[in-house]
Nanobody, 113 residues
Framework: QVQLVESGGGLVQAGGSLRLSCAASGRVFSINAMGWYRQAPGKQRELVATITSGGDTNYADSVKGRFTISRDNAKNTVYLQMNSLKPEDTAVYYC???????WGQGTQVTVSS
């Protein structure tokens, strides 16, 4: 059984930064792609960023140049560095393991104007 546990969310002013972490259990982590998604109130869950096992990354247009996804396979952890945050980035952020379709419990990010 794979478990994903996110941390690092919180309240920040516009223009600020946060770093989200997602710690994964199990041996599947290092050989699989991971992603970060977010869901704002009243909206559908949307893809924010992905990273392959080899470190290739992809970003939603809305976060390009501001967010950076990275991973540490030795620690079974994926990160999302979020800079220049905007009020529209407010959402619950979830990490996702593509193989098997596992989700974390989510962490709230709130950006005040």
């Amino acid at each position: 059984q794979v478990q994903l546990v996110e941390s690092g969310g919180g309240l920040v002013q516009a223009g600020g930064s946060l770093r989200l972490s997602c710690a994964a259990s199990g041996r599947v982590f290092s050989i699989n792609a991971m992603g970060w998604y977010r869901q704002a109130p009243g909206k559908q869950r949307e893809l924010v960023a992905t990273i392959t096992s080899g470190g290739d990354t992809n970003y939603a247009d809305s976060v390009k140049g501001r967010f950076t996804i990275s991973r540490d396979n030795a620690k079974n952890t994926v990160y999302l560095q979020m800079n220049s945050l905007k009020p529209e980035d407010t959402a619950v952020y979830y990490c996702y393991l593509f193989r098997g379709g596992y989700w974390g419990q989510g962490t709230q990010v709130t950006v005040s104007s």
